[in-house]
């Protein structure tokens, strides 16, 4: 079956989590915090029957069906939801003990940086960033007590490659956790579960979700043991969606080709267009001729996606682009219907100390586009009279 057919036939594209399938085409949205167990019990012989949903903390019906559909679609054992992209990335460290260190790519989502930097700081796990397009520096990062690592490709915002194979190989002989935030590609473009990562995270509010509509995050464990001890943290944590966020990604699942597919093209044809613009310094996007992570993208993923970011060639005129778009929202957030622009070191990577964001190059001047699905000659005529 080819990734398009699978968005749609996963198992879940009729309803069979009733005893008696209706044979829906939409699975219902379980809006309950509870479940009757009274038909679960054999008063003969009482607690040896369970039921498969008791509490909607625990377990959801509708929940249920979209972590299946994202296992299946990542290629990983077990799938799990959460209220938010968040909330599923700081429940996965949550597997991880105080005393131990973690390797993270430097350009992680800025939320993800946080979370590291003070909660998981504080609870004593320790952090070093890395350049992981380099997979030498992780081998350098790695201290006797290192239990795993944490990479994003392309980063955000830059679009920085990391060799998925290289660096899970390198997890894989040193015995880390590997984690990886897919959220930018999707598993339409990207599996790092079949290049050997152990753990997937997805902001859901993004791609999967796809219509700005829905705040929600989701996990993929490679074997079933590790979706045990996360189900632990979910269950525990309690981060968890409710049913009908969970049914909105579910619905934005189905899409998931159409939309990608033709945000990508418009992003490359933006891309191609905004680096011939004079008031343009640079752009990242790793479908273009020249990006240093091309080769390497193309090797691990099955196109550019739908995100770029430019270096407007000052300060000035990246914040009179942002003032003067008509047809882009100026917002954090990506991944949706409508075209996004946002700016990095205000926004989203607001968190990364001054100094820190100089450091890794998210200069005052950049901006970061997340293309909709907009007409990309109306977009390009936008982009132009807002930089002119
Ligand atoms: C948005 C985002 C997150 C966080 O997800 P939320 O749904 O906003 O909590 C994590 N990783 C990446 C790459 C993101 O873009």
Redesign the pocket.
């Known amino acids: 079956m080819k990734r398009g057919t699978l968005l749609i036939h996963n198992k879940h594209e009729t309803d069979s989590s009733a005893g008696a399938p209706t044979g829906a085409l939409g699975i219902p949205v379980y809006q309950t915090s509870t479940f009757d167990q009274a038909a679960a019990y054999d008063l003969e012989r009482a607690g040896e029957f369970r039921q498969m949903y008791d509490y909607a903390r625990s377990g959801n019906p509708t929940r249920a069906a979209l972590e299946e559909t994202i296992a299946v679609l990542e290629g990983g054992e077990k799938g799990y939801a959460f209220g ?4 599923a ?1 700081a429940s996965v460290l949550g597997m991880l003990a105080s005393g131990d260190h973690i390797i993270a790519a430097e350009d ?2 800025g ?2 940086y946080r979370i590291l930097n003070t909660f998981y700081k504080r609870w004593g796990l320790a952090h070093t960033a890395v350049d992981a397009s380099d997979p030498e520096n992780i081998l350098r990062a790695l201290k006797p007590n290192t239990r795993a690592l944490f990479l ?1 490709t392309p980063s ?1 915002p830059l679009l920085k490659i990391t060799d998925l194979k290289a660096c899970l190989g390198i997890a894989r002989e040193k015995g880390l956790l590997s984690i990886v ?1 897919n ?2 590609m999707t598993p339409y473009l990207q599996r790092p579960i079949e290049m050997g990562a152990d753990i997937v ?1 997805h ?4 791609f999967l979700g796809g219509h700005s509509d829905v ?3 989701l996990a993929v464990t490679r074997t079933a043991s590790l979706g045990a001890d996360l189900y632990r943290i979910q269950n525990g944590f309690g981060a968890v969606p409710g049913p009908w966020d969970a049914w909105l990604v579910m619905r934005g699942i189905k899409t998931l080709k159409v939309r990608l597919l033709a945000q990508q093209e418009g992003a490359a044809r933006i891309a191609s267009w905004l680096r011939e613009h004079p008031a343009v310094e640079d752009v990242y996007y790793p479908g273009l001729p020249g990006h240093p992570g091309k080769a390497v993208h193309e090797g691990q993923a099955d196109g550019p996606g739908a995100v770029l970011s430019f270096k407007a060639r000052t300060h000035e005129l990246a914040l009179r682009f942002l003032g003067k778009l008509k047809y882009a929202a100026v917002a954090v ?2 991944g949706g219907v409508e075209t996004i622009a946002s700016y990095p070191a205000r926004m ?1 990577h607001a968190a990364i100390p001054p100094a820190e964001r100089a450091r890794l190059g998210l200069s005052d001047s950049l901006i970061r586009i997340s293309v909709g699905l907009e007409d990309p000659d109306d977009l390009i005529a936008d982009f132009d009279n807002a930089l002119s």
């Open positions: 938010s992209g968040i909330a990335v992680i989502y939320g993800s994003e955000n935030d959220t930018f995270v902001s859901a509010t993004k705040v929600s995050g957030s990506l989203s």
